[in-house]
């Protein structure tokens, strides 16, 4: 094929996506990348972490941006990688626990992400779900009930895919002090929101590395932290976790090896890097602003037209209504690209690409369908 029919191809194909531009996703948590993360990666597209004798500079680069996501966590000192995003990042703390201890049993709450359920048929390891309360967060004491001399790592959520949901972390941490378990929490989305609610005058849980018991953790760049896709992050306490996980590759220069994945892009790190150094705290901290006051005009807007909203923590939104399959289908026809939960209410992430012109949008098509459903 010539490169204009070969251009035309995949052009014609890209139609079909949907654009954050048209400010009408609302199921995704990723969105339109900042333009200096677009940019570096681009500069970095031919870099590959995997063989970092070769790219020694974009291995130090990435060995910043964990630095980076390390103190937004609460640890400046950590150990870890730049990944494909929250699955692999999730693999990898699970593949770390299976190695440093005995037990095979990982409990871990019934909102969990399914990457769980991956990592442990991957892994040869038993998934014990725990319940969780009405606010949908972890019930502490079922954890306890469920410990046993098989329990080798405990997993909470900071920022649950669902509904958005932190866990008590800080009582998982005193637990997995007490019992001498890994604690790896999963703050793909939550990493990049959560450090700056207290700021803004939300209440918000401790979730991070400030708290002893915390082992290992999973942040998403290319969530809410603006980066391209992939970006994710493994970030564990300190290097002796990963100790268990080397291998050697006696044909590269640089002969050890930690990741699951050989080959990996350092665009991904570079961006990671770039962005967080542009934005800076104040920087996120208004994007994060921003996308709460959406998130709670509509949770008021919600209430006011007779929906049933669940009050939000971060910035997803579930509602629900006596003939919500009617709506949610509705909505598909005009355009809007929503989710919804096991449970069926509708789910919407409000990430930055959301304006408010759009909730606007999205309030009066809610009237109308509902006006027509009577």
């Known amino acids: 094929m010539q490169k204009e029919e070969v251009l035309k191809l995949l052009e014609s194909l890209s139609r079909k996506d949907a654009s954050y531009s ?57 150990k870890g990688f730049i990944v494909s995003g929250g699955t692999e990042a999730n693999l990898m703390a699970l593949w770390v626990v299976r190695e440093t201890s005995k037990g095979r049993e990982i409990i871990l709450p019934e909102t969990a992400h399914f990457s769980f359920e991956k990592a442990a048929k991957l892994l040869g390891l038993k998934l014990v779900i725990a319940r969780v309360k009405k606010d949908k967060t972890l019930d502490i004491g079922d954890v306890k009930r469920k410990l046993s ?49 207290e700021e803004l005058g939300y209440p918000a849980r401790q979730f991070d590395f400030s708290l002893k018991g915390v082992d290992s953790m999973t942040i998403d760049p290319h969530k809410m932290g603006l980066a391209p896709v992939p970006a994710g992050g493994i970030l564990f306490r300190n290097g002796e976790y990963l100790k268990a996980v080397e291998s050697k590759a006696p044909y590269l220069i640089e002969k050890n090896q930690y990741t699951i994945v050989g080959t990996r892009s350092g665009a991904g790190a570079a961006s990671t890097l770039a962005v967080i ?43 629900t209504h006596p003939k919500v399959d009617q709506i949610a289908e509705k909505l598909e026809a005009k355009g809007w690209r929503i989710s919804r939960t096991r449970q069926g209410e509708i789910r919407l992430v409000l990430m930055p690409h959301i304006k408010i012109e759009h909730a606007r949008e999205l309030l009066k098509d809610l009237k109308d369908i509902t006006s027509e459903i009577q």
Request: glycine share 8%; charged share 25%.
């Open 277 to 319: 150094k542009y934005m800076g705290r104040e920087g996120y901290k208004d994007v994060v602003r921003e996308c709460m006051n959406i998130t709670f005009y509509l949770y008021a807007k919600l209430r006011e037209l007779k929906f049933q909203p669940i009050k939000p923590e971060m910035n997803i939104l579930v509602f």
């Open 22 to 78: 048209s400010g009408r996703v609302l199921s995704s948590m990723c969105t339109s990348p900042h333009p200096i993360a677009t940019e570096v990666f681009l500069k970095f597209i031919e870099t590959n972490l995997g063989d970092t004798g070769i790219f020694r500079g974009t291995k130090q680069i990435e060995e910043l941006a964990i630095r980076e996501l390390g103190r937004l966590l609460g640890r400046e000192n950590v």
């Open 149 to 197: 001399k098989n329990t080798s790592a405990l997993v909470g959520i900071a920022g649950t895919t669902e509904y958005g949901t932190i866990d008590d972390i800080a009582s998982l941490s005193e637990i997995a002090l007490e019992e001498n378990l890994h604690l790896h929490v999963d703050a793909a989305f939550g990493g990049f929101v959560i450090p700056f609610l």
